[in-house]
């Protein structure tokens, strides 16, 4: 079992930065592909960016290409999410997620076994 617990989310106006952190315990997630998704109000958990297991490869979504930058540090066994230039439409509560086996860094919720609670990303206008 693999437990995530995300942090780095709150409060912040157009334009801003946040950086979210994905601390895992339980096992490695050194031999996995990682990835963080987001759900706003109403709407469906989307997928936002991936990481393979060696950090070699990266995925994401058109939305947040060129702001988003997804790393991992195997050996704190974390990963990071950057986002620059956030847009009130970032606002979600983000999610981080283990690859049940895939190494590679994949877009698709069914690919990932493991979640996090999730932290709340707010953007002001």
């Known amino acids: 079992q693999v437990q995530l617990v995300e942090s780095g989310g709150g409060l912040v106006q157009a334009g801003g930065s946040l950086r979210l952190s994905c601390a895992a315990s339980?096992?490695?997630?050194?031999?996995?592909?990682m990835g963080w998704f987001r759900q706003a109000p109403g709407k469906e958990r989307e997928f936002v960016a991936a990481?393979?297991?060696?950090?070699?490869?990266?995925s994401y979504a058109d939305s947040v290409k060129g702001r988003f930058t997804i790393s991992r540090d195997n050996a704190k066994n974390t990963v990071y999410l950057q986002m620059n230039s956030l847009k009130p439409e970032d606002t979600a509560v983000y999610y981080c997620?283990?690859?049940?086996?895939?190494?590679?860094?994949?877009?698709?919720?069914?690919?990932?076994?493991?979640w996090g609670q999730g932290t709340q990303v707010t953007v002001s206008s």
């Open positions: 997620a283990a690859a049940a086996r895939a190494a590679y860094a994949s877009e698709l919720k069914g690919d990932y076994a493991y």
């Open positions: 339980g096992r490695t997630i050194g031999n996995v592909g």
């Open positions: 990481i393979s297991r060696r950090g070699d490869s990266t």
